[in-house]
């Protein structure tokens, strides 16, 4: 009887942990919590905003500008299957005031209705990324 309690009080705590929502503007915070890592590794966090539900499904959206070296970019937009996009403009709802890339820019999508957006700044090494997974 008493494994069966420890059992529940340690599936409560688990269960409850995992049900807390995560919200910063801070730019090292929201890299970390995105990329599970600290900025350093090729990125540099400039501006960040991040949320994540509460909910077990992990939904989140992420607004990032980054510093980022090149080898780091191209291993991103590999990962997230982005291809160039031939629009030379851009719309994500409610964005943060400073997630205005400077002109002249690429900009990069997945196929479809996805819903990660980066965009390259051309005369810098910063890019701007959206990400949402609702």
Not at 36 to 62: D, L, M, N, R, V
Not at 64 to 84: F, M
Request: proline share 6%; glycine share 4%.
């Amino acid at each position: 009887m008493k494994n069966i309690y420890i059992f529940l009080v340690f599936s409560v705590c688990i269960s409850m942990v995992s049900c807390i929502e995560r919200s910063t503007t801070d730019a090292a915070k929201s890299y970390e919590l995105w990329a599970g890592e600290k900025p350093g590794h090729g990125a540099w966090a400039i501006h960040g905003k991040y949320w994540q539900s509460a909910h077990f499904t992990k939904e989140y959206i992420t607004y990032l500008e980054l510093t980022v070296v090149p080898r780091w970019k191209t291993e991103y937009l590999s990962q997230s299957h982005l291809i160039v996009s031939p629009d030379s403009t851009f719309s994500i709802s409610d964005p943060p005031l400073w997630f205005k890339p400077k002109r002249p820019y690429k900009i990069w999508k997945q196929p479809g209705n996805g819903q990660i957006l980066c965009v390259e700044e051309l005369a810098s090494s910063h890019v701007f990324i959206f990400e949402a997974q609702l």
